[in-house]
């Protein structure tokens, strides 16, 4: 690990927050001079500070090991390198097994960090921070979603935006609830002419494709089937 380009890169990630070395130093309970240190290259970061680091600074922790804001496809790569690096630095001072149990726990949080959390938000188990509502749809928003005709179906489809202006359900998981709830006949047409899982976070985009392609049932089966495609348009925006 190169030092100096980490310490370069805290030292810009925290101006990028408008924090002073002090004001950073109180947030992680450390001196001011150790802040100073690392940002000079001349200490690193004890392991227990690396975490809370990362979320202060809002910055990922192969981030800060490459010394550089990453992209996505980028994550893989240096999440290699970080770990043969802390191998090199670490083989001069722990024995053998110890090399081995590091290997170990490194390659799995690793993993779990680079993989888990964009798994879990694209199967909608997780809701992306950045796409939480947060704010109210209006006309300047992106899209055209008639907030009305969802809301006059039910104050559970209350709709909102998020921080780039894109439509969401202000509660994903109440809405879903709902639709379930009221929307039963649908989600079942769906379900049996497709041959689908019942619906869940993991298949929702399914259903959300093939509500539209209903040619069974009853009228009001295939309405609400395709209530169901209109529904996830609107869901799957505070995941992808």
Not at 5 to 11: C, P, R, V
Not at 24 to 41: P, T
Not at 131 to 152: A, P
Request: with cysteine; net charge positive.
């Amino acid at each position: 690990m190169d030092q100096i380009k980490i310490g370069k890169f805290i030292s810009a990630s925290r101006k990028n927050k408008n924090l002073t070395q002090e004001q950073l130093a109180e947030k992680l309970g450390v001196s001011k001079n150790a802040v100073s240190k690392w940002e000079r290259g001349i200490n690193f970061l004890d392991v227990s500070i690396l975490e809370p680091l990362c979320k202060e600074l809002d910055i990922t922790l192969n981030e800060l090991f490459a010394g550089e804001p990453l992209k996505e496809k980028d994550i893989i790569k240096q999440s290699e390198i970080t770990i043969i690096d802390i191998l090199k630095n670490q083989i001069k001072k722990i024995n053998k097994y110890k090399i081995i149990f590091t290997i170990l726990i490194i390659s799995v949080l690793v993993l779990f960090i680079t993989l888990s959390k964009n798994i879990l938000i694209e199967k909608g188990i997780l809701i992306d921070e950045n796409l939480k509502y947060t704010q109210k749809y209006t006309q300047n928003s992106i899209g055209n979603v008639n907030v009305d005709y969802f809301e006059n179906i039910s104050i559970d489809f209350e709709i909102g935006a998020n921080k780039y202006g894109i439509a969401v359900f202000k509660n994903p998981k109440k809405a879903l609830k709902r639709l379930k709830k009221d929307y039963n006949k649908g989600i079942k047409l769906i379900q049996k002419e497709f041959s689908l899982l019942p619906l869940s976070n993991f298949n929702y985009k399914t259903y959300g494709t093939y509500g539209w392609q209903v040619t069974l049932g009853t009228e009001e089966e295939k309405k609400q089937a395709k209530f169901v495609s209109t529904f996830m348009d609107i869901y799957e925006n505070s995941f992808r």
